[in-house]
């Protein structure tokens, strides 16, 4: 992953859609510091014979939003509230976003899915 945002939150934002964590479906999370740490790592991967994924923009957007209505339906004091289940109230609004949020990150992982060739 190319930064500790990504790395703090891909792995808690894919088994809220998923159901199952990261490293079950052989996904292993690495926080490479940036750009340019990201693709010296993908070239060493590609060199080993691995495969090698890139989320794009879209997905990482969407992990974000998720991330902070997340953050937001926690300090608000949603979770666990009955309001969450008031339509209009801001607890709703945020459980409903986190809720279609998780499959639209499903979606963009999906088309977003990007697989480099890269040369040594």
Not at 40 to 54: G, P, Y
Request: glycine residues 10%.
């Amino acid at each position: 992953m190319e930064g500790p945002t990504e790395y703090a939150a891909l792995p808690l934002l894919f088994k809220r859609a998923f159901g199952y964590p990261l490293q079950s479906a052989g996904i292993a999370p690495w926080n490479c510091r940036g750009n340019d740490g990201a693709l010296s790592f993908a070239k060493f991967l590609k060199e080993h014979r691995r495969t090698v994924v890139f989320l794009v923009p879209r997905t990482m957007d969407q992990i974000r939003k998720m991330t902070r209505t997340s953050d937001g339906y926690v300090n608000a004091g949603c979770q666990g509230s009955g309001e969450a289940r008031l339509d209009g109230s801001p607890c709703f609004s945020d459980a409903s976003t986190i809720m279609v949020g998780a499959s639209i990150i499903g979606m963009n992982l999906q088309t977003d899915e990007i697989r480099y060739k890269l040369d040594g």
